[in-house]
């Protein structure tokens, strides 16, 4: 059974930083590319950073330089370290890992709140 879990949300005024963390069991953590979404209050989830397997990362553009994505794979655990946080990037930050069997199966955490306040 997949799960992922994150950790390491709260409350930070801005230009602070968080570093939050997704733990997963489950899954062959080191063949996974894994992903870190967020979803603001009335808006749509929205693809923030990927890690690959490979060692690969991609951000969106509105956190370019200010996030960085990294993954321990001898602890089954994917980070994404948080710097210089602006109030718009208050959001449920979600943990995803997409499995490829028959069909591909999104997998998420039970998120974890940012609020930045200004």
């Known amino acids: 059974q997949v799960r992922l879990v994150e950790s390491g949300g709260g409350l930070v005024q801005a230009g602070g930083s968080l570093r939050l963390s997704c733990a997963a069991s489950?899954?062959?953590?080191?063949?996974?590319?894994m992903y870190w979404y967020r979803q603001a209050p009335g808006k749509q989830r929205e693809l923030v950073a990927t890690?690959?397997?490979?060692?690969?990362?991609t951000y969106v553009d509105s956190v370019k330089g200010r996030f960085t994505v990294s993954r321990d794979n001898a602890k089954n655990t994917l980070y994404l370290q948080m710097n210089s946080l602006k109030p718009e990037d208050t959001a449920v930050y979600y943990c995803?890992?997409?499995?490829?069997?028959?069909?591909?199966?999104?997998?998420w955490g039970q998120g974890t709140q940012v609020t930045v306040s200004s």
């Open positions: 489950g899954i062959i953590f080191s063949a996974n590319a």
């Open positions: 995803n890992v997409k499995v490829k069997g028959v069909i591909i199966y999104d997998y």
């Open positions: 890690s690959t397997s490979g060692g690969g990362t």
